[in-house]
């Protein structure tokens, strides 16, 4: 039994911290891939998508509408399954390994407001990677339905 719980601690990328099990599985993204991989060439595949989810995680930090969400949030974490989730979406044939929308955001008391305001930080990060407006569309309503799931209130 130690044997085993060393290695589930070793598992975790280096600064993040653990989480309740749950059930790992693509579906958890909550949309299915996008088939055409022009979209995936137009957020600049991997690399483009660490950008914009790096800019969109900085600029969500000093947000002061939405800052507070984001305190005392495993930020390394986040930035991971943020990666995961959006390569998932766009169809660069990552696996997505975080929550459901659902139970990733429960109790955060997120409002229609901040989903509003997460929205411009992200589309914000999309126009200085240079993704074409068209394809930051396309992305945001593969995203918009989650938001049944994300607002609490």
């Avoid at 407001?113 to 992200?122: F, I, K, S």
């Avoid at 126009?127 to 995203?143: C, S």
């Amino acid at each position: 039994m130690i044997l085993a719980l060393a290695l589930l601690v070793q598992a975790l990328p280096a600064g993040e911290e653990p989480v309740d099990p749950y059930v790992v599985s693509n579906a958890n993204a909550g949309a299915t891939p996008v088939a055409d991989p022009a979209l995936w060439r137009a957020f600049h595949e991997g690399p483009g998508v660490g950008r914009v989810v790096d800019g969109m995680v900085d600029r969500v930090q000093k947000d002061a509408r939405i800052a507070d969400i984001f305190k005392g949030q495993d930020l390394v974490r986040l930035r991971r399954v943020l990666r995961e989730h959006f390569c998932h979406i766009l169809g660069g044939g990552c696996d997505y390994t975080g929550r459901t929308m659902k139970d990733a955001h429960r109790n955060l008391g997120v409002q229609r407001a901040d989903m509003g305001a997460l929205v411009e930080n992200l589309q914000a990060s999309m126009r200085a990677e240079g993704v074409p407006f068209a394809a930051q569309n396309r992305f945001l309503a593969k995203l918009a339905p989650m938001h049944r799931d994300v607002v609490e209130r």
